[in-house]
């Protein structure tokens, strides 16, 4: 095969290689069953299986035990932002947010647009979401307490998580789901989008608590009912069965191949502090394309933790095209191949090539930019 390309994009993440081929090989006959993992029916005991993989990996990766259900929906996290307060919103108590970003920005105006009672406990908002608030104190007469636990665009995560007493925490951890083990007891709700760290787009991963099903009003369409999913085992309709497909296979890799969360959090930290992305001509050497702006699945590369590093990045991988005995220096094809994202330059387009002229021109801008502040 050619080459592999180190994806940092937005939107779908890499996946795993063994992943890939794993689905390559068993593509045209899943099973043994005559037909692709894309045709079996999801009544089959063929894909029952693959339901079931997928929850009890989440479960043993995640340490859940029998009081959380596991769930695919549809719709990724965006259609979470909306069936949380849906769903788990309580009369006369407020549902609570602390905003640090796109993201839990998106959440808080689904749930205002719903009437409900919103409160904004905390923000980071005063200083374009560059920090991760502190120093608040949870009512215990709140419904929730929603946070984002890695904020990708912005460059913050959560290294612990609140502190709620009784109130059950509600978390979109769709950027680093799977990369680290955490206590799953405080949370009321967890959800993913899949493509982010787990698998390709088209589902969320949820996890509930099963006592907050219990919240879910009658009143609401059948399928923006948390019970509607949960109590049909997320296949009251048909579900994205190749999606769920290769998120068991990601979930496979991880508890089989790395060796389970605790194994992922420890290749993370050796990442961090042994600075991997500060060579990037070095990366460019074996994958012809570097694209900034996301992390690798399941390697949660922070903005926030990682400024020296990402300063030291754009300075080597400047010098490598000032040095005119590297292997890229006048090669106008590689010139084509390198991506970075515009928004932290002044570049019309969102994303284009540039040329490393273009990108020594512009290194003043990258410097400024809030991914090394």
């Not at 104190?137 to 995560?157: L, M, P, R």
């Not at 979109?172 to 709700?189: H, K, Q, T, V």
């Not at 959090?265 to 460019?284: E, F």
């Not at 515009?342 to 930019?369: C, F, G, T, W, Y």
Request: proline residues 5%; neutral net charge.
């Amino acid at each position: 095969m050619g080459m592999r390309i180190y994806n940092f994009n937005a939107g779908p993440a890499a996946l795993p290689l063994p992943v890939l081929e794993e689905i390559q090989a068993e593509f045209l006959d899943f099973k043994g069953s005559g037909m692709s993992i894309t045709e079996v029916s999801h009544r089959s005991k063929w894909f029952d299986d693959v339901m079931e993989d997928a929850i009890e990996r989440t479960k043993r990766l995640l340490h859940l035990g029998d009081k959380f259900e596991v769930l695919f929906i549809q719709g990724g996290a965006s259609l979470q932002f909306c069936m949380v307060p849906m769903n788990l919103s309580l009369e006369g108590r407020p549902v609570v947010y602390i905003n640090t970003g796109t993201w839990s920005t998106k959440a808080i105006k689904e749930a205002k647009i719903q009437g409900k009672e919103v409160r904004v406990l905390a923000s980071s908002e005063d200083q374009n979401f560059s920090y991760i608030p502190s120093g608040f104190e949870i009512d215990q007469t709140e419904a929730y307490v929603h946070f984002t636990s890695n904020n990708t665009i912005k460059g913050t995560q959560w290294s612990t998580f609140p502190e709620a007493g009784n109130v059950p925490l509600v978390c979109d951890m769709s950027s680093d789901i799977m990369s680290r083990p955490f206590d799953a007891s405080p949370f009321g709700l967890i959800y993913a989008g899949a493509q982010k760290n787990i698998g390709p787009s088209g589902t969320a991963l949820v996890i509930i608590r099963k006592d907050m099903l219990e919240r879910t009003p009658s009143h609401l369409p059948t399928m923006l009912k948390y019970t509607t999913f949960s109590e049909k085992n997320s296949m009251f309709n048909t579900p994205s069965c190749f999606v769920i497909y290769a998120i068991s296979l990601v979930l496979k890799w991880i508890d089989e191949t790395i060796g389970g969360l605790e194994k992922m959090a420890d290749i993370n930290a050796k990442i961090r502090t042994q600075g991997l992305l500060t060579q990037p001509h070095k990366m460019a050497v074996d994958s012809h394309l570097i694209d900034f702006g996301k992390r690798r699945c399941c390697l949660s590369f922070q903005r926030s933790k990682l400024r020296e590093a990402i300063a030291d990045c754009i300075s080597d991988f400047l010098g490598c095209f000032r040095n005119e005995n590297t292997p890229f220096a006048g090669n106008t094809q590689f010139e084509n191949q390198v991506l970075i994202p515009a928004r932290h330059m002044k570049i019309p387009q969102k994303r284009m090539p540039i040329s490393p002229h273009e990108l020594i021109s512009s290194v003043n801008d990258v410097m400024n930019a809030s991914i090394i502040k």
